[in-house]
T-cell receptor, first 112, second 113 residues
Framework: GNSVTQMEGPVTLSEEAFLTINCTYTATGYPSLFWYVQYPGEGLQLLLK?????DKGSNKGFEATYRKETTSFHLEKGSVQVSDSAVYFC???????????FGTGTRLQVFP | DTAVSQTPKYLVTQMGNDKSIKCEQNLGHDTMYWYKQDSKKFLKIMFS???????INETVPNRFSPKSPDKAHLNLHINSLELGDSAVYFC????????????FGPGTRLTVL
C-alpha cells in the first residue's frame, strides 16, 4: 500500500539553526511528493513539491530532494527563523487515485 | 480574494444533530476534496469530486454526505453527529492530477458535545 512516515516531533531549535525533518514513503507506483506547512489556526499551504526521482523542490529557503533509491523526501533549511514555527506535513499522491496521503506531521518550534 | 473558503469556521453542536459545512473555490479547478484532521493532527481524505461527480469515497460512514451543486462548490452534510466526529474538516481543490497542487481552505473546527 501507500504510506508516509515522518519523524516524531516536536523539533525544537534556536533561530539560525539547521533544520532536517525526515520523511520516507512506501508506494506501489511512482508518486508525486509534497511538503505542506500548517501555521497555527490556519489551513495547509504547499511549501514545495517534486514529481519525479532526483527532482529537488525548493521554496522560502526550504529544500527537499526526491530520492527513489532510499524512498525519502527529507525537508531541510539552512537557517530557521521564529516565523518558521509550524506543523510540517509530508505527503504523496500515488497517482492511481487523485488524493494526498499524509504523514503524521512534525511540529517545529523555533526560539529566538 | 480567498481561493478556497469554508463556512462556518467553528461549529459547536450536540450529539444527534445534523449539520452542514460549505466550501467554495474561485480557482476554476475541476476537482474538490474533503479531508478530516483529528485531534492528533492526522489528516485523511474523505471524499473527492471531479466536475460534480464523486470520485473517491474513502470508507466514510453513511452519515456523511457530500454534495456538489456545481464544480465551484462542495458541501458536506453530516447526520446524527457523534462525539467522534469532532475534528477539523478541510476542503481543498486542484486541477486534478498526480502532480497538481491541492489548495486548502482555512478549515472548520467541529465540536460535538
Amino acid at each position: 500500500g501507500n504510506s508516509v512516515t515522518q519523524m516524531e516531533g516536536p523539533v525544537t531549535l534556536s533561530e539560525e539553526a539547521f533544520l532536517t525533518i525526515n520523511c520516507t514513503y512506501t508506494a506501489t507506483g511512482y508518486p508525486s511528493l509534497f511538503w505542506y506547512v500548517q501555521y497555527p489556526g490556519e489551513g495547509l499551504q504547499l511549501l514545495l513539491k517534486a514529481t519525479k526521482a532526483d527532482d529537488k523542490g525548493s521554496n522560502k529557503g526550504f529544500e527537499a530532494t526526491y530520492r527513489k533509491e532510499t524512498t525519502s523526501f527529507h525537508l531541510e533549511k539552512g537557517s530557521v527563523q521564529v516565523s518558521d514555527s509550524a506543523v510540517y506535513f509530508c505527503a504523496l499522491n500515488p497517482g492511481d487515485t487523485d488524493k494526498l496521503i499524509f504523514g503524521t506531521g512534525t511540529r517545529l518550534q523555533v526560539f529566538p | 480574494d480567498t481561493a478556497v473558503s469554508q463556512t462556518p469556521k467553528y461549529l459547536v453542536t450536540q450529539m444527534g444533530n445534523d449539520k452542514s459545512i460549505k466550501c467554495e473555490q474561485n480557482l476554476g479547478h475541476d476537482t474538490m476534496y474533503w479531508y478530516k484532521q483529528d485531534s492528533k493532527k492526522f489528516l485523511k481524505i474523505m471524499f473527492s469530486y471531479n466536475n460534480k461527480e464523486l470520485i473517491i469515497n474513502e470508507t466514510v460512514p453513511n452519515r456523511f454526505s457530500p454534495k456538489s451543486p456545481d464544480k465551484a462548490h462542495l458541501n458536506l452534510h453530516i447526520n446524527s453527529l457523534e462525539l467522534g466526529d469532532s475534528a477539523v474538516y478541510f476542503c481543498a481543490s486542484s486541477q486534478g492530477g498526480q502532480s497538481d497542487t491541492q489548495y486548502f481552505g482555512p478549515g472548520t473546527r467541529l465540536t460535538v458535545l
